[in-house]
């Protein structure tokens, strides 16, 4: 049974966090706007993938530790909106699409909400699990600790990219739902290959190996976690 795109009975739910993602959006982004644009301009300009990111601030003034946890909320409201656009959009009839019963005590919209959430939230609990265990096998806390923070941080500009565009998708329907979320996937995959290349071109002065073998490492990292949440997604 596929999810109810809008049943009435969680009209204010969806309202409430719409409203509560777009509130944090604007407030991290009036804030912090010169550490947003310092670190959009340490993650995409080429001519410094050799340098680390905390570079960029050369006056030392890096994003605190309330900082990064408002950048990673606000990566974790897009990705979770991703989630429930897709699932309950029906964006691509081609693809399975997750299906839901209503829990005890809870409306069908309301699980939607709360799975979509879950699954983002075990999707980087396991990311993380991923990048601390491979780093004690091969004994690269410092490569880690680059990747996971890194990955964050580029995960966060394409969250503040997408994160408007995704609260109108929550309320749009049709083909033009569809062309902005081939948009948005097409801008995903350019995010994700420029974050691999400074990977691998700013990871080598953090790992011992080669080149080679810190893309095989990142793919490894950055793809089977993926697949296998799809596969888990889609049996649902």
């Given at each position: 049974?596929?999810?109810?795109?809008?049943?009435?009975?969680?009209?204010?739910n969806m309202n409430?966090?719409?409203?509560?993602g777009?509130l944090?959006?604007?407030w991290?982004v009036q804030?912090?706007?010169?550490?947003?644009?310092?670190?959009?301009s340490?993650?995409?300009?080429?001519r410094n993938?050799?340098?680390?990111v905390?570079a960029?601030f050369?006056d030392?003034?890096?994003?605190?530790?309330?900082?990064n946890?408002?950048f990673f909320c606000?990566?974790?409201t897009?990705y979770a909106?991703?989630?429930?656009?897709?699932c309950?959009?029906?964006?691509?009839p081609?693809?399975?699409v997750?299906?839901?019963?209503?829990?005890?005590?809870?409306?069908q919209?309301q699980?939607?909400?709360?799975?979509?959430?879950?699954?983002v939230?075990?999707?980087?609990?396991?990311?993380?699990?991923?990048?601390?265990?491979?780093?004690?096998?091969?004994?690269?806390?410092?490569f880690?600790?680059?990747?996971?923070k890194?990955?964050?941080?580029?995960?966060?500009?394409?969250?503040?990219?997408?994160?408007p565009?995704l609260?109108l998708?929550?309320r749009?329907d049709?083909?033009?739902l569809?062309v902005?979320?081939?948009?948005l996937?097409?801008?995903?995959?350019i995010?994700?290959i420029?974050?691999?290349?400074?990977?691998?071109?700013?990871?080598?002065?953090?790992?011992r190996?080669?080149?080679?073998?810190?893309f095989?490492?990142?793919?490894?990292?950055?793809?089977?976690?993926?697949?296998?949440?799809?596969r888990?997604?889609?049996?649902?």
């Open positions: 049974m596929q999810w109810n795109p809008m049943p009435e009975a969680t009209f204010w409430l966090w719409i409203v509560a777009l944090l959006y604007a991290v804030h912090y706007f010169r550490q947003v644009r310092i670190l959009f340490a993650l995409f300009d080429l993938f050799d340098k680390p905390r960029a050369r030392g003034n890096m994003p605190s530790a309330w900082v946890f408002l606000v990566s974790f897009s909106w991703w989630v429930w656009i897709v309950v959009k029906d964006v691509f081609a693809l399975p997750l299906g839901v019963h209503p829990w005890p005590g809870w409306s919209g699980a939607s909400i709360a799975l979509s959430v879950g699954l939230a075990c999707w980087y609990a396991v990311k993380y699990l991923v990048v601390r265990f491979v780093a004690f096998v091969m004994d690269e806390s410092r880690a600790s680059f990747v996971w890194t990955g964050l941080y580029y995960d966060l500009a394409f969250s503040l990219v997408c994160l565009v609260a998708c929550m749009l049709g083909l033009l569809k902005i979320i081939c948009v996937i097409a801008l995903y995959c995010c994700f420029v974050r691999l290349l400074r990977f691998v071109i700013e990871g080598k002065s953090y790992s190996f080669s080149p080679l073998h810190i095989v490492y990142l793919c490894a990292l950055e793809i089977l976690p993926f697949v296998c949440f799809w888990i997604f889609c049996a649902l």
